[in-house]
């Protein structure tokens, strides 16, 4: 068969109406084609199937055209009569695959024509054969490259994220699409953990964070909001009775921090597909889950659907680049210190995540907090102490001492300006098996 760009699109056209009169046809594009494989004109439909097939969503013309847009409306229509049968899928793919390679190949040629020496031809030769030899989708990384890349990063200073207790940054080195996950009974603060999390990296470190969250409306999530960085009682801010002089405060604070890339987003019955594309759409650096346990997905059994959310959870970070703090219920309702048996519905969160952290308030101490650090990939685990002061919605860093070290200060600082490094040389982290404090 000649290959020509009219042969191409054809094949292509026979690919995608296969796929719109035959919702099992998802399955064979998803594994057997790249998006690199379609003209441009036909990519947008491509991605839609994947999307949908990918997140469980049937795949058929109303759906389709959903995600693209009315525009594709009369293309969706013209595929679907023009694709005869979709019992031809795998030739159809064949065509598009095969030919796909060889006008890239030609495209390759002509680049050949314009070289002006031996290293630059053999690298589009390396090219070429790379085309050739896999359809996997799969990125082979040599050693060379992998060291040169090394030496390059190792000129930089780490792009780990710093966080609001400055000393948490040396033990949790958590990075651009990395999943972490923190549980804690109810009560014990783990949405206002999030918070305080989420406000100094959209205020001091300038990332874009959604807040997504099933627990609390955005109303009572502001409130908290102003309790934590403008330190008024959460109380007073709840009943209108802020004084006067500390009203001054929050308005100078808010004027401070209101251009900050932070939004809560109401999540309630959206599952992860969902809050991909939002995050895709806002381009969010940091994705934060109040809470894991209800994110609906599938499956009939808790045990099943919290596996499934977590997972996709996990390949959201991984596809996108996006971080993801999740928060997680833990299964006993009292007793000794968590571990990671105490997630609760399901045992894969723990090998999800790359980092597993918990809330744990002792019996008899009234405001400490123990901040377990169970699964660090990339660091030490053991347990420190905070303080959790409930009245401002604010966890402070105790660690050896005995008062608890100041918060950070919204009042004085400047958007997008993480602060000076912490003082303190090192952070020594105690092995979850020795008793509290360090």
């Known amino acids: 068969m000649k290959i020509t760009r009219e042969t191409w699109i054809q094949a292509q056209a026979g690919v995608l109406g296969s796929c719109l009169i035959e919702e099992k046809c998802a399955a064979e594009i998803v594994f057997g084609l790249r998006e690199d494989d379609f003209a441009s004109e036909y990519r947008p439909l491509y991605r839609a199937i994947v999307d949908l097939y990918t997140t469980g969503k049937p795949v058929d013309p109303i759906t389709v055209t959903h995600i693209v847009g009315d525009e594709y409306r009369k293309t969706i229509m013209e595929l679907m009569e023009i694709t005869p049968t979709a019992a031809n899928i795998r030739h159809y793919i064949k065509i598009t695959a095969e030919q796909a390679r060889v006008l890239h190949m030609r ?61 948490m940054r040396r033990v949790i080195r958590l990075r651009k699409g990395n999943y972490m996950m923190i549980g804690a009974r109810p009560s014990v603060g783990k949405s206002a953990f999030a918070m305080q999390a989420a406000v100094y990296w959209a205020v001091a470190c300038g990332l874009r964070v959604g807040f997504y969250t099933d627990e609390m409306n955005e109303d009572e999530l502001t409130d908290r909001l102003i309790a934590t960085c403008a330190g008024c009682q959460l109380e007073d801010v709840m009943e209108r009775r802020i004084p006067e002089r500390q009203m001054q405060d929050v308005a100078s604070i808010s004027a401070r921090i209101n251009e900050a890339p932070l939004f809560v987003i109401p999540a309630s019955g959206h599952p992860v597909s969902d809050i991909k594309a939002d995050a895709l759409k806002m381009h969010l650096d940091i994705i934060i889950i109040d809470y894991l346990q209800i994110v609906p997905g599938r499956g009939d059994k808790e045990y099943d659907r919290v596996t499934r959310v977590s997972h996709e959870l996990q390949m959201l970070c991984k596809s996108t680049g996006i971080t993801v703090l999740a928060l997680s219920q833990l299964d006993r309702l009292r ?42 990939r990339n660091g030490k685990t053991g347990t420190t102490k905070l303080e959790f002061d409930g009245g401002l919605q604010r966890f402070l860093y105790v660690g050896k001492g005995d008062k608890p070290l100041k918060p950070f200060d ?29």
């Open 107 to 167: 495209e390759i040629g002509m680049q050949l024509m314009d070289v002006d020496g031996i290293e630059e031809a053999q690298e589009i030769m390396d090219s070429a054969n790379g085309m050739l030899v896999t359809r996997s989708g799969l990125t082979a990384i040599s050693l060379k490259k992998l060291l040169s890349d090394f030496f390059t990063r190792y000129t930089k200073s780490p792009d780990y994220y710093d966080w609001f207790i400055p000393q």
């Open 335 to 376: 007793g000794a210190r968590p571990t990671l048996e105490d997630l609760r519905s399901s045992g894969q969160l723990e090998q999800d995540a790359d980092i597993v952290a918990f809330l744990h308030r002792p019996e008899g101490q009234a405001n400490a907090v123990e901040f377990i650090v169970a699964k660090n």
């Open 410 to 438: 919204y009042s004085t600082c400047t958007f997008h300006q993480p602060p000076e490094p912490d003082p303190y040389e090192q952070l020594e982290m105690l092995p979850n098996d020795t008793p509290v404090p360090f």
